[in-house]
């Protein structure tokens, strides 16, 4: 009789967590699809080149950010498939579906731990090199303050600035800047024959018909209020990691739901186990 109850406890609880862990995977698809149209409406065919220029270990930073969501919403999927998964078993008491059920939730266990760890370890490394080959970028491949220079990570760069609402790879503070070591405003750069300091594209709401208008009090002066002070560098992680948060929440909460689904999935298991055992001698007499 106590085991029958607790198997039905068990079971009661086992459904109950599979429904909080299919809310959880779904959680992590919805996430992961938000953080991908973020990431969509930055890497456009403008700003690619200018992302796809710099690497991170063997992939392109556009690239991988795309990747990793798309990775999350593929896990989501299939937390989804296995809470199904888990439902029917505790539903049906079907002890292979249950054994299965368990297994399949480990190994989910174990890599979200693995991702977790990995992406505290790493977070540093990777912020740390993507900002200092953005300088790169800059300082190589910045021409000028156009949309029609034949270096397309020069025009990526303009685009960026107008897209993201921001300037150079630092916050710009002065007229000494991210600029002063670029092509741009070395000898053979327009910079200096046009008495700029900072692009006509870093000035406050411009945008690619109208940056050429300017005022003066932006790109010459650089006047507080006239241009972009936030750094492209802050801009980008910003934007592209803007459901960060709410995707490491959602991991870590299924963490733990994991392990009790595990320990919970076990325990019908065995209940199941024992009520068949249990037939199969009344059977017998």
């Known amino acids: 009789m106590a085991r029958g109850f607790c198997g039905k406890v068990g079971t009661v609880f086992l459904v109950i967590i599979n429904i909080i862990f299919f809310l ?55 937390i989804l498939l296995i809470a199904g998964l888990g439902l029917f078993g505790a539903c049906c008491q079907n002890k292979f579906m249950l054994v299965t059920y368990a297994v399949l939730v480990l190994i ?76 741009w405003c070395n000898d053979d750069g327009s910079c200096l024959a046009a008495v700029s300091n900072i692009p006509k594209t870093c000035c406050l709401n411009v945008d690619e018909n109208t940056y050429t208008t300017a005022p003066i009090a932006c790109h010459s002066n650089v006047d507080t209020g006239t241009y972009n002070t936030k750094g492209c560098y802050d801009a980008l992680k910003e934007k592209l990691l803007s459901q960060s948060p709410s995707i490491i929440g959602v991991m870590v909460t299924v963490i733990v739901i994991e392990v009790l689904a595990v320990i919970f999935a076990f325990w019908v298991c065995c209940q199941v186990g024992d009520k068949s055992a249990n037939i199969s001698d009344v059977a017998k007499t």
């Open 24 to 78: 959880m995977g779904l959680g992590l698809v919805i996430a992961g699809a938000l953080a991908l149209t973020d990431v969509s409406n930055i890497n456009t065919d403008h700003i690619k080149p200018l992302l796809d220029s710099i690497p991170v270990g063997s992939f392109e930073a556009g690239n991988l950010v795309k990747n990793l969501t798309t990775l999350i919403i593929v896990i989501g999927a299939f």
């Open 108 to 183: 989910l266990l174990v890599m979200k731990i693995a991702v977790i760890i990995l992406w505290f370890t790493m977070k540093n490394t990777v912020e740390n090199e993507v900002k200092d080959k953005l300088f790169v970028s800059l300082k190589d491949n910045y021409k000028e303050d156009t949309l029609t220079n034949s270096n397309s990570i020069s025009n990526a760069w303009n685009y960026m600035f107008m897209t993201l609402d921001c300037c150079g790879v630092n916050p710009v503070v002065s007229t000494k800047n991210d600029f002063d070591s670029t092509y």
